[in-house]
């Protein structure tokens, strides 16, 4: 159907993108992008979607990208192939705060939820099990 009008075609991943979120850092909303191309790309929606960031790390394509509160902290999560979570902190140039290891196989996808007043992630991986993560812990 054309009932809406195309505004944007955004372009700079040389694979596949897996997943789109929004989110706020501050006051400002942004984009984040993942990609077969094993990285992340942070876009501003408010300057004509100009690229703020990518974000390099993971070795294998990345499936999936959640943003998610830790007290009055924003961090983004993402789940790769090469089997690990990272923690990402927008709020610090976007620096790369934790690399999660414990699947044995690619990790697929990554939610969090509330859980009384506690904040914790979950991921699932081709290993067939899910973890459950503290992020209020520092993941130890």
Same mark, same amino acid.
């Given at each position: 159907?054309?009932?809406?009008?195309?505004?944007?075609?955004?372009?700079?991943?040389?694979?596949?993108?897996?997943?789109i979120?929004?989110?706020?850092?501050?006051? &400002?909303?942004? %984009?984040? +992008?993942? #990609?077969?191309?094993? *990285?992340? $790309? =942070?876009?501003?929606? !408010? @300057?004509?979607? /100009?690229?703020?960031?990518?974000?390099?790390?993971h070795?294998?394509?990345?499936?999936?990208?959640i943003?998610?509160?830790?007290?009055? &902290?924003?961090? %983004?999560? +993402?789940? #790769?192939?090469?089997? *690990?979570? $990272? =923690?990402?902190?927008? !709020? @610090?140039?976007? /620096?790369?705060?934790?690399?999660?290891?414990?699947?044995?196989?690619?990790v697929?996808?990554?939610?969090?939820?509330?859980?009384?007043? &506690?904040?914790? %992630?979950? +991921?699932? #991986?081709?290993?067939? *099990?899910? $973890? =459950?993560?503290?992020? !209020? @812990?520092?993941? /130890?």
């Amino acid at each position: 159907s054309d009932d809406y009008k195309l505004l944007y075609t955004l372009k700079g991943h040389t694979y596949w993108v897996r997943n789109i979120i929004s989110f706020q850092v501050d006051d &400002n909303v942004q %984009l984040a +992008s993942c #990609s077969r191309d094993r *990285t992340i $790309r =942070i876009l501003d929606p !408010s @300057d004509d979607y /100009k690229l703020l960031h990518t974000l390099r790390g993971h070795t294998g394509e990345v499936d999936n990208i959640i943003a998610f509160q830790v007290g009055d &902290n924003v961090r %983004l999560a +993402s789940c #790769s192939g090469d089997t *690990t979570i $990272r =923690i990402w902190d927008p !709020s @610090d140039d976007y /620096k790369l705060l934790y690399t999660l290891k414990g699947h044995t196989y690619w990790v697929r996808n990554i939610i969090s939820f509330q859980v009384d007043d &506690n904040v914790q %992630l979950a +991921s699932c #991986s081709r290993d067939r *099990t899910i $973890r =459950i993560l503290d992020p !209020s @812990d520092d993941y /130890k």
